[in-house]
């Protein structure tokens, strides 16, 4: 007598669409969707893309952002900058010969908290070499560190994104050394501890 088998029922799982927000620096616009069965199942998920897609500016499309989902509102995701990095092909524009570059990388915490990892990228106008690309070094790892622990990783994010704080630091190092460029070639959030950096006081005026 053949036995008959039970039809085993699929359950269907439901997707939902959200749409993905843009950090405030970027006026939270709208950049796509994203589909989930709950929105929990968001957090944490990435989305990476070019600077240019989120300013209209062409001209940074060497620029890479990766936006991570860190909240789920009314079908919105809402977003932060987690990564932001200069492609190589970009950096190659500002290196030539009879100049000197200088790299560094190294952690600093936010005025909130969150600690970041910094990969300054500084291009000497003339060829430099020993003593005073340690001073160069030394005192932009002392600018950036300064800037970071005053502000707020959100601050942190658009005084980069607007050039604000390049320029600055253009202009101070330049006190050391003539400076042709300054970026921050890399910026990322990290779970690493902050590195250990020595800030001169400064003089007073009285």
Known sequence: MAVK???QKIKVIKKEWYQV?????FGNAIIG????SEPEKLIGRRVDLPLSELTRNV??????????????STKNAITFVEDYEILPAMLRRYVRRRRTRIDDSFVVQTKDGVNVRVKPIIVTA????????KSIKNKARELIYKAIKESSYDDFV????????QAELIKELSKVY???????RKFVVT????TKIEVKNEPSNS
């Open 5 to 7: 088998k039970k039809k």
């Open 21 to 25: 927000k843009a950090p405030k620096q």
């Open 33 to 36: 969707e994203i589909s989930a």
């Open 59 to 72: 001209r940074l499309h060497g620029i890479h952002v990766k936006l991570k989902i860190h909240d789920v």
């Open 126 to 133: 003339f060829k430099s070499k020993g003593d005073v690309n």
């Open 158 to 165: 658009s005084a980069v994104i607007n050039h604000k704080l």
């Open 178 to 184: 003539p400076i042709k460029y300054f970026e921050i």
């Open 191 to 194: 779970k690493a501890k902050p």
